[in-house]
């Protein structure tokens, strides 16, 4: 009787795990969506110089320096502060196509070459509700960075194509 009743209360301790994980799985998703994306984000400093070195704006960025983190990008994201953005870091410089999935507000995306010269700048709109991923504008341009800011940001702040990005840190 003994070894049953012992058995019983392993088996009662071990339900008690695994009703506990699974709670813990299901309320992750609510309380932090981009840890299961990839994790949580490092955050640095950007700052845009024009062609004659005239500091133009500084944004305080998330970084998406990996797979994961570039795939989801902003799309968990309900707005961005006026001076808040992403900075997304391929491993090196190529070709790439960005592309509004899930996203709650229009962007403006910069294309940064390995040097830190703007090559390309779209001003992305919302996709039309009931967009598929298929039917998704892309928006491509050649670089090691992306810069995603709010729409409206390159004309408010003069950043433009030749222009200059200084990434604080190593990225």
């Not at 009662?12 to 840890?35: C, D, N, Q």
């Not at 390309?120 to 090691?144: M, Q, V």
Request: glycine share 10%; aromatic share 8%; charged share 25%.
């Amino acid at each position: 009787m003994r070894d049953r009743s012992s058995a019983v209360n392993r088996l009662r301790a071990a339900s008690a795990v695994v009703l506990v994980a699974v709670g813990a799985a299901l309320v992750v998703p609510t309380v932090a969506p981009g840890l299961l994306a990839g994790g949580d984000y490092e955050r640095t400093t950007v700052v845009a110089y024009d062609d004659n070195g005239t500091e133009l704006a500084t944004v305080h960025v998330r970084v998406a320096d990996t797979y994961a983190k570039r795939y989801t990008g902003l799309s968990d994201t309900e707005t961005l502060a006026r001076n808040e953005g992403m900075l997304f870091v391929h491993d090196r410089e190529a070709r790439h196509t960005y592309v509004m999935r899930d996203m709650a507000f229009p962007l403006d995306i910069v294309f940064v070459d390995a040097n830190g010269t703007v090559t390309t700048i779209h001003h992305a709109e919302l996709p039309p509700p009931g967009t598929s991923d298929g039917e998704l504008a892309p928006y491509p341009g050649r670089g090691k960075y992306v810069l995603e800011v709010r729409y409206g940001w390159t004309n408010r702040t003069g950043v433009d194509v030749g222009d200059r990005i200084v990434v604080a840190g190593e990225y």
